[in-house]
T-cell receptor
Framework: DTEVTQTPKHLVMGMTNKKSLKCEQH?????MYWYKQKAKKPPELMFV???????INESVPSRFSPECPNSSLLNLHLHALQPEDSALYLC???????????????FGDGTRLSIL | AQSVAQPEDQVNVAEGNPLTVKCTYS??????LFWYVQYPNRGLQFLLK????DNLVKGSYGFEAEFNKSQTSFHLKKPSALVSDSALYFC???????????????WGLGTSLAVNP
């Protein structure tokens, strides 16, 4: 079992819908990440929160809006998505901020998102 | 540009045989090196990392990796493959010379390992 929990596991939404993805970890990690992954491709970094502050936004379209309510929770709010946004969305965490490059990241099992 | 190469899209090996999944990198300095595995319908799992010290690193599930500085390689190995090792394997590096937010993972494109019974 993974220590990073993502909900829901699957999500189907229309292009006009608003939905949210949720990620939770209780390992005391202070950095949390959102990635987008297409089938059989490496994950693409979207956002990084370090100590509950947004530290990296990889020029992600504004239809994706991250939120970090506390050190254990990370949300990704979705609005007006496009079909090309269909992918596996992965959450990850690491002990401290991204600046400690030797720390491994711990991934959840992802939310498989389909845009109709 | 800094990059990570996994030269084989797919590796096939018979169960019980040794396996090697190759990774080379083009990154300045001495980067931190990682292997992750992704089983079907799962997220990525950390296998092992190299920071410094012994060139042979041992990790989870019987995997090990050998760091070769002169060849800028970090090949993943296992002495005896299991069918359950069939998965997608990613090599990733973090440049050591970068600082702060620039220490993002640089990923290889992945190698699909199939272990045949």
């Amino acid at each position: 079992d993974t220590e990073v929990t993502q909900t829901p596991k699957h999500l189907v939404m229309g292009m006009t819908n608003k939905k949210s993805l949720k990620c939770e970890q209780h390992m005391g990690h202070r950095a949390m990440y959102w990635y987008k992954q297409k089938a059989k491709k490496p994950p693409e970094l979207m956002f990084v929160y370090s100590y509950e502050k947004l530290s990296i936004n990889e020029s992600v379209p504004s239809r994706f809006s991250p939120e970090c309510p506390n050190s254990s929770l990370l949300n990704l709010h979705l609005h007006a998505l496009q079909p090309e946004d269909s992918a596996l969305y992965l959450c990850a965490s690491s002990l401290t901020g991204i600046g400690q490059g030797w720390e491994p990241q711990h991934f959840g099992d992802g939310t498989r998102l389909s845009i109709l | 540009a800094q990059s990570v190469a996994q030269p084989e899209d797919q590796v096939n090996v018979a169960e019980g045989n040794p396996l090697t999944v190759k990774c080379t990198y083009s990154v300045s300095g001495n980067p931190y090196l990682f292997w992750y595995v992704q089983y079907p319908n799962r997220g990525l799992q950390f296998l092992l990392k190299y920071i410094t010290g012994d060139n042979l690193v041992k990790g989870s599930y019987g995997f090990e990796a050998e760091f070769n500085k002169s060849q800028t390689s970090f090949h993943l190995k296992k002495p005896s493959a299991l069918v359950s090792d069939s998965a997608l394997y990613f090599c990733a590096v973090t440049p050591r010379t970068n600082a702060g937010n620039n220490r993002k993972l640089i990923w290889g494109l992945g190698t699909s390992l199939a272990v045949n019974p």
